[in-house]
Every structure is written in C-alpha cells, then in structure tokens.
C-alpha cells in the first residue's frame, strides 16, 4: 500500500515566485496535516484537515499562505509570494478517524526560496 | 490542554549502551501518546504507540516504552544501542475524540557512538 505522498520532493525557487506543494494522502484517510519543520522553530502544524474540511488554520504563517483539499485524495499548500524565511522542510501527513490516531508522514518537500 | 516535554535535545550513547529518551506529558484526559522516529532527509516515522491497553509498549526496531501515568511520563527505552538508532525522536500526544491533532515535542537528536 502505498504511503503519503509529495511533491516535488525538493524546490527552489525565487523570492516572489508562487509555490505550490502538493499531497497525496494514503487512500482511506480522512485527516490531513500539513507541517513546517526548519531548525530554529521545529515542528509545527500549519493547517489540517478533517473530510476534506479546513478544522484548524492557527499555525499557517500568515496570507501568503494558503491549503486546499478539492476531494479526499489531493490536498495543495500554496505560498504566494514566497520569501526567503518560508524555506524549509514541509510535510503531509494523513490519519484515520476511530483508529488510534497515529499520523503517517510523507518523505516531505525541501523548500529553498532564494 | 495536552502538551509534551522531552528532556535533553542531544542525548548521546555508545553503540551496545542502553538507550534512555525522556518524555513527559501533560492531558487533562487519558492520552494517546506516541513516539516518531525521523531519520536524515526523511520523513517521520511511527515507532509506537499507547491507546490505554497495556503500559508496556513494543514498537520497532527493538524499541519500547512506558507509561507511567503517575509520573505523567512515557520514556523510549532500548536495550542495546545500535549505530543505525542515530535519528531524532518526537515524543506526540493526542487526546483523540472530536480532533486528532498531535502535540509533538520538540525532539530529542540522538547520537551513537561507536
């Protein structure tokens, strides 16, 4: 079965430039998380999504950043316009109500905004 | 509201020495708690898990934990270091029920020396 998946797996563009990072959950999920990971703030939840519904935006950054999930099997993170703080390691991840709640990961999206 | 604490950012162990990451937890109801490993370039992965069977975890790799409700706590333990265990850990609650967002630490870096 496959896993979450992501793409691009690595991007790099520039300053100003659109982003769109895009998510695959595993097929039967109806939760989706999308996180930031870079080293001086860590992990942290940007937006998820619970049958295909925005539940909780609090962590996106701010409007340059926005989520969507058109159906249960897409989900896109767009960054519009980027800037050079926005690089960083962006992961997918999807779970399943009524089961424990684990949370699987994609690879992740290794953003450099020059 | 749930929270995580581990304790140490850098933990470092000698390869066949016990391995020994503190975390700690705080949830006003029974948690769920589990540990992720991430290992470079990658995404992150579910080492184990509790859902309030038993205190005592098996999860991957060798790995275990467990939780010790009155001590709040949930250490990943493993019996003998390998040089492959060299990852981070993230220790994650969730309460479950109407959200199943995690609430991740802020990771222990482990290394192991030969």
């Known amino acids: 079965d496959a896993g979450v998946i992501q793409s691009p797996r690595h991007e790099v563009t520039e300053m100003g430039q659109e982003v769109t990072l895009r998510c695959k959950p595993i097929s039967g999920h109806n939760s989706l998380f999308w996180y930031r990971q870079t080293m001086m703030r860590g992990l942290e939840l940007l937006i998820y999504?619970?049958?295909?519904?925005?539940?909780?935006d609090s962590g996106m950054p701010e409007d340059r950043f926005s989520a969507k999930m058109p159906n249960a099997s897409f989900s896109t993170l767009k960054i519009q316009p980027s800037e050079p703080r926005d690089s960083a390691v962006y992961f997918c991840a999807s779970s399943s109500d009524g089961a424990s709640y684990e949370q699987y990961f994609g690879p992740g999206t290794r953003l450099t905004v020059t | 509201a749930q929270s995580v604490t581990q304790l140490g950012s850098h933990v470092s162990v000698s390869e066949g020495a016990l391995v020994l990451l503190r975390c700690n937890y705080s949830?006003?109801?029974?948690?769920?708690l589990f540990w992720y490993v991430q290992y470079p370039n990658q995404g992150l992965q579910l080492l184990l898990k509790?859902?309030?069977?038993?205190?005592l975890v098996k999860g991957i790799n060798g790995f275990e934990a467990e939780f010790k409700k009155s001590e709040t706590s949930f250490h990943l333990t493993k019996p003998s270091a390998h040089m492959s265990d060299a990852a981070e850990y993230f220790c994650a609650v969730s309460r479950g029920g109407a959200t199943n967002k995690l609430i991740f630490g802020t990771g222990t870096l482990l290394a192991v020396q030969p």
């Open positions: 999504f619970n049958n295909n519904v925005p539940i909780d």
């Open positions: 509790y859902t309030s069977a038993a205190t």
């Open positions: 949830s006003s109801v029974p948690p769920y």
